[in-house]
């Protein structure tokens, strides 16, 4: 016959089996949630990174020189005199309306309509 | 007790930080995705139709070289496909038609476009509900026969979209040459040829909005019989538009020389 009374030994053991369990778990709970933090700081300077490349890209184009103008031109990026505010504040404006000009897509292509087949056979031996 | 409540005030800091990322990413996204979503949409739209564009045609000669049950009821299938996608990508393009060109065009300029957006969804509806092939054939023809007028709109509103974007080039221009013109008179050498070029300012400026007026008169005047006319009147218009630049740049380049001017004294 099988002897089926309890033993004290095997409840504590199953005891410290529960709590020696938990411990893990919490660790993994945490490393979890540093993973998680570090993904939404990744994500967060992704997204303002994308926005300042975005911004300066404005910006990085000044040294080019505007063609087809008979006169000169080559656009200063720094006053050739004193610099004085107000030069300054020209030249800012200058170059808000040079931007302005060279950001234009005159023919709009990124707005042209897409090439769509109308004259598709519908007639009565095809279909 | 010190230790424990210092562990509180941190995890509420890392709380309120967590809170504070996760909201502004939150606040992020809309905005994202409102610019991008009618460009994706368009583009998704675009490939969708391209692939069903090409298994039509597969289909279709199938069809016309075993002439089975089988590959007629493919031919239908493909076919309705083919023209859902199609109004669909219309749809989507002029989303982004309204999307784009309504940053710098009226309500007014846009009922058109509008119009066309509405009947052309309306159309693809039809389309998708439709059974019956004769009804599928007199929705095509509706099509086929509205395309060449929605042709004019998309066209006259692209020539709009770039006379507003030049107009307002055209309006700081003119403020930097109301400026300068003001500080040319502390000038003493070269003061003739300053206020010859600024003279030339306004003269390219004028000339730019004739060329905006030109390029709007082809656009408006052009008599539509079939599809590509109004693409041909763009064509002219465009010219017209290309001018218009050319004159700003060189507008643009004569306040330059006077900067460099006003910048040496």
Known sequence: ?127 | MRKSSLSFFMKRATIGKTVFVLGLFLLLVPVFFKARASDVDYLVKRDLYVSAHKDYFSARQAYLNQRTLQTKEVLKTELRRFSFARGDLLVSYFDLLITKAGQYLTEEDLVEIKNWFSWLRTHTQMIDQTTRLEDFLILSDQLNENYPQMEKSIYLALTKTTIAEQSQVIREMEALRFEVAEKVSTIVEDKNMVAHWLVEVSSKISLARFNHEEALIEMKEVKIRRKGDALKAWQRAGERLLMAEKSLKEALGFLDEILKRVEEK
Do not use: C, H
């Open chain 1, 1 to 127: 016959m099988r002897d089926r009374t309890p033993v004290e030994t095997d409840s504590v053991q199953v005891m410290e089996n529960t709590v020696f369990a938990e411990k893990p778990t919490k660790k993994r709970f945490k490393f979890k949630f540093k993973k998680v933090w570090i993904i939404l700081v990744l994500v967060f300077l992704f997204v303002f990174g994308a926005l300042l490349l975005a911004l300066l890209n404005l910006n990085l184009e000044k040294e080019d020189v505007i063609p087809e103008i008979g006169l000169v031109l080559t656009p200063t990026l720094k006053p050739t005199g004193p610099d004085s505010d107000e030069n300054s504040q020209f030249r800012s404006l200058w170059y808000s309306v040079y931007n302005g000009l060279k950001g234009i897509d005159v023919k709009q292509e990124f707005l042209s309509p897409p090439v769509v087949e109308l004259d598709i056979d519908l007639s009565p031996e095809v279909l």
